[in-house]
């Protein structure tokens, strides 16, 4: 198509993801525009890890369409969907058994990149998210820490160049100042990157940070989807209204219970 | 080369073979039953119903397996490497596709979506993850397998493979401790030392030490090499030898000797002894031809192999019974009758070494219900066995089985009070024994008999006509004479065979 009409780069449409008995994703229908990040919050078992999952078809939705730069993913095949699509997951999954540089390095290589051109590529990225390729290009995953690892993790999501990034609680299971810090980094990446993909978290300041808009979802449903200020100023419904404000009575609560 | 270097060779090529045909069979296997929970319960179930076969039993079982080609037209070799080769592959599964099936389970599953999440194929996700993080787990398994298999290996002698078995085997039959001890040793550290090749290769390669693991590897590669070069499956290059075979006890390793020595000295033929064949063995592989010759006793043709009770009192009549019924159903030819008869009897102390004060097996029956008998392995499923009880009335208060070489010794010390004893063994006399007499003929006479696959016989007149030489040449006297030489002097039976047949030739030339 040569008309620049603007279609959005990640669209889906009524995905349905039914496990045997349980349905953990109902009917969800949202579209993601070139450079935007849309972070998916709610609780656990909302869906939102399932729906992320559909958009690189590590799960195949029972129902509905789901679509990256309007062609159906279904009529892609897997491995090189994705890697057009940058993945990183709260348990990371770093190859124990290759270094830093080859874990970053790793989605380049299997486009077929020549090899000065991946190192390049990989130095670059471990510039990018703080950890200096000349001290930690060789380096083994086990040597690094919890947050290290993730950074490494990010870096591997961003190698490539992928069209979008999917990252599924990255942070979650960091201490919170570690997390504080990668918050950052990620939000200095998106600014500078432009990153366009789908953000999930069950944290509500992050998805602030992080989420051009954010989606809500709630027992596999998608309730709504808004900027912060949307959703505070009109809640779709209470869970919504209470979910949002979950931030400021827990700043209430910690300024009450200071000295 | 010596004949222990000569022995390990052999022993490390069926070794070798077992495990390369293992680890091609079982990586594959492993691999696709790791991605398949039916596939897996299967394999696994059946690599361990193998495991729980006894060695000896899984390897003896392949000559028969291995015979019954020839109904579909495959004429394989039934007793040798090949049989053996196959009983080891077999039992060597199990640890390779187990620990293979476990490693690649055990590969952690947020590595494995993040190979899945970064655009891998199925095939890279195994080669480039999965099948390296597993590797430790499925190269501790080749190293059971390993040592499992040449631990084993040994066991290949009584099917005709050459293994240290060869020298395990002999040394408890002819009591030459030195021998049992040699073939084990020699055993362990072949299997210590492929283990430690193993090991330094996958050590070298993980910590990427090229000192380590490229010494290693070319050794084992060689190794490797040389085993896939010796003749397991295809015929013998050249002229082939003569195979003579041997059953598990003393006089039947100095006879095969006494034919193979007999051979070399009067025709240009090169023979080659397989010792510790079972009975069964040794006929089936006579008459598949995969055994040329070896010497059987006409009592045990009519009991074991034509199923006959009552024999004729007569030696030459059975004999000639024997004869024609080996040749008309088995093409089978009797080149010889050597002259002497080694029968089963029963043995007994004398009474003033506290034995029985029978003299008779039918005075023994009514004592018998008080006292323990021993046999060989084959005795008490014999067809004699059978005949005694119902001739006699003869029950035992217990029936024990033990190696050939240690009967008379028990009976000797008392641990038994009767022994199935094989009357031309020199331990009776040695022992002051006593044979009891067959006063009802229930035990048929045993004239020693060369006997030879009908085929090889057309074939090479030249060896048939050195062994009619043999005919009536070895009396009772002289083959006790043989046999007491081994087992109680520790001559070694080539030794022995030699000597008897030095004797023969300078007795002959003045004539």
Partial sequence: MSERAPEPTIELSGVTVRFGEVTAVEGVCVAIDEGELLALVGGSGSGKTTTLKTINRLVEPTRGVVRLRGEDVRALVPHVLRRRVGYCFQRIGLFPHMTVAQNVGITPRLLGWDAARVEAHVRERLALVELPPETYADRMPHELSGGQKQRVGVARALAGEPEIVLFDEPFGALDPLTREQLQHATARLRDELGLTGVFVTHDVVEAILLGDRIGVMNEGRLVQVGTARELREAPADDYVARLIDAPNRAAALARGAGP | ?511
């Avoid at chain 2, 040699?182 to 990427?208: P, T």
């Avoid at chain 2, 005949?387 to 010390?413: K, N, V």
């Avoid at chain 2, 007149?461 to 030489?469: D, F, N, Q, W």
Wanted: some cysteine; aromatic content about 6%.
């Fill in chain 2, 1 to 511: 080369m010596t004949r222990l270097a000569e022995l390990a060779l052999a022993h490390l090529s069926l070794s070798l073979w077992a495990l390369m045909l293992g680890a091609a069979i079982s990586l594959p296997l492993g691999v696709a039953a790791a991605r398949r929970p039916s596939l897996e319960r299967v394999v696994l179930g059946a690599a361990s119903v193998i495991q729980t076969i006894p060695g000896l039993a899984l390897l003896a079982v392949m000559v028969p397996a291995l015979a019954s080609f020839a109904t579909v037209g495959l004429e394989l070799p039934a007793i040798g490497a090949l049989p053996a080769v196959l009983g080891l592959t077999l039992y060597s599964l199990l640890p390779m596709l187990r620990n293979t099936v476990v490693g690649l389970s055990e590969v952690d599953p947020a590595v494995k979506e993040a190979a899945r999440g970064v655009g891998m194929t199925p095939r890279q996700q195994l080669r480039l993850v999965e099948l390296p993080l597993a590797l430790p787990v499925i190269v501790a398994g080749l190293r059971t397998a390993t040592v499992w298999t040449v631990g084993m290996a040994t066991l290949a002698t009584p099917i005709g493979a050459s293994s240290l078995g060869d020298l395990i085997f002999a040394g408890l039959q002819t009591r030459d401790h030195r021998a049992v001890l040699l073939g084990c040793v020699a055993s362990a550290g072949l299997a210590l030392g492929l283990d430690g090749l193993i090991r330094a290769i996958e050590r070298g390669v993980r910590r990427r030490r090229r000192a380590l693991w490229i010494p290693a590897t070319v050794v084992l590669g060689g190794l490797c090499a040389h085993a896939l070069a010796s003749p397991v499956i295809g015929a013998f290059g050249g002229p082939r030898p003569v195979r003579i075979g041997a059953k598990p006890f003393t006089e039947q390793y100095v006879l095969g000797e006494l034919l193979a020595q007999r051979i070399e000295r009067e025709t240009d033929r090169e023979p080659r002894v397989l010792r510790s064949l079972g009975s069964h063995v040794a006929f089936d592989a006579l008459v598949a031809g995969d055994l040329d010759l070896y010497v059987e006793y006409t009592g045990t043709v009519w009991t074991a192999q034509m199923g006959r009770e009552a024999p004729p009192a007569d030696r030459a009549a059975l004999a000639a019974e024997v004869e024609r019924w080996l040749r008309e159903t088995h093409g089978v030819v009797v080149v010889a009758r050597l002259g002497f008869e080694n029968a089963y009897a029963l043995a007994a102390r004398a009474p003033s070494d506290g034995g029985p004060s029978v003299d008779t097996i039918g005075q023994l029956a009514a004592r018998a219900p008080d006292l323990t008998v021993a046999g060989d392995y084959e005795l008490f499923r014999r067809g004699e066995w059978r005949a005694l009880e119902s001739t006699y009335g003869l029950r035992f208060a217990e029936e024990r089985t033990m190696d050939p070489a240690l009967l008379y010794e028990a009976l000797a010390a008392g641990e038994v009070d009767v022994i199935g004893a094989y009357t031309t063994d020199g331990r009776l006399a040695a022992h002051h024994l006593r044979v009891l007499e067959d006063e009802r003929g229930a035990i048929p006479p045993y004239d020693a008999v060369i006997l030879a696959n009908r085929d090889f016989a057309a074939a090479s007149p030249e060896v048939i006509t050195a062994l009619r030489a043999l005919d009536g040449a070895l009396d009772d006297e002289a083959m006790r004479a043989l046999n007491r030489a081994v087992d109680l002097e520790g001559e070694p039976p080539e030794a022995a065979a030699r000597a008897w047949l030095d004797a023969r030739s300078t007795d002959a030339r003045p004539r």
